[in-house]
């Protein structure tokens, strides 16, 4: 049971370059998420969704693109990379919305934008 | 909007040695709170959870107390390792429409000296 597996684990993009974070969940969790971490500050939300089909912003979407065609896969894609999406993000899955369902996280995917 | 927040940014605790780890929230209508534990390079992990219901949670080696009269949230670990070094962050969850909510905090760092 490999959990939420985060492809890649670095990665440097130039400015204006394009990309895709892929997300990948055995668990067959309805929910997932995106999240960015920067140093010093909380994770923030950035896409979630609550099943294959649906998406939703969350809290800082601005620069990013999701889509959820199956349960197991939620990739994040950044269509112009700006300095300020520097930041290591997390994708994270969830049995259900609330009560006993603690987040299930990734390791991570490291990126920097110059 | 509402926030968690953590008294302190870093912990130093001699092996062996009882940690404390503590946490405030602002929001008096979460019902459902959460530990996780961040080692360098991972992602968060799971620890412990713990319902508004109740005040006391156990389990191996830690321990949340539930102080909702003062919004105050604390883990207490055990005879604490060299494996405990690690971030460890306070969440809180409420139900917002159809996702699940989570307020992080920035974080404690958990030193252990041998």
């Known amino acids: 049971n490999a959990g939420v597996t985060q492809t890649p684990k670095f990665r440097i993009l130039k400015i204006g370059q394009s990309m895709t974070l892929q997300c990948t969940q055995d668990m067959n969790h309805n929910y997932m998420y995106w999240y960015r971490q920067d140093p010093g500050m909380g994770l923030k939300l950035i896409y979630y969704s609550v099943g294959a089909g649906i998406t939703d912003k969350g809290e800082v979407p601005n620069g990013y693109n999701v889509s959820r065609s199956t349960t197991e896969d939620f990739p994040l894609r950044l269509e112009l990379a700006a300095p300020s999406q520097t930041s290591v993000y997390f994708c994270?899955?969830?049995?259900?919305?609330?009560?006993?369902?603690?987040?299930?996280f990734g390791n991570g995917t490291r990126l920097t934008v110059t | 909007g509402e926030s968690v927040g953590l008294h302190l940014p870093t912990l130093s605790v001699q092996e062996g040695d009882n940690s404390i780890i503590n946490c405030a929230y602002s929001?008096?209508?979460?019902?459902?709170f959460i530990w996780y534990k961040q080692e360098s390079g991972k992602g968060p992990q799971f620890i412990i959870d713990?319902?508004?219901?109740?005040d006391k949670r156990q389990g191996q080696r830690v321990t949340v107390l539930l102080n909702k009269t003062v919004k105050h949230l604390s883990l207490q670990i055990a005879a604490t390792q060299p494996g405990d070094s690690a971030v460890y962050f306070c969440?809180?969850?409420?139900?917002?429409?159809?996702?699940?909510?989570?307020?992080f905090g920035t974080g404690t760092k958990l030193q252990v000296i041998p």
């Open positions: 994270a899955s969830s049995y259900s919305k609330g009560g006993d369902s603690p987040l299930h």
């Open positions: 929001n008096s209508a979460s019902d459902y």
């Open positions: 713990i319902r508004s219901n109740m």
């Open positions: 969440a809180e969850n409420g139900n917002s429409g159809g996702y699940q909510k989570v307020t």
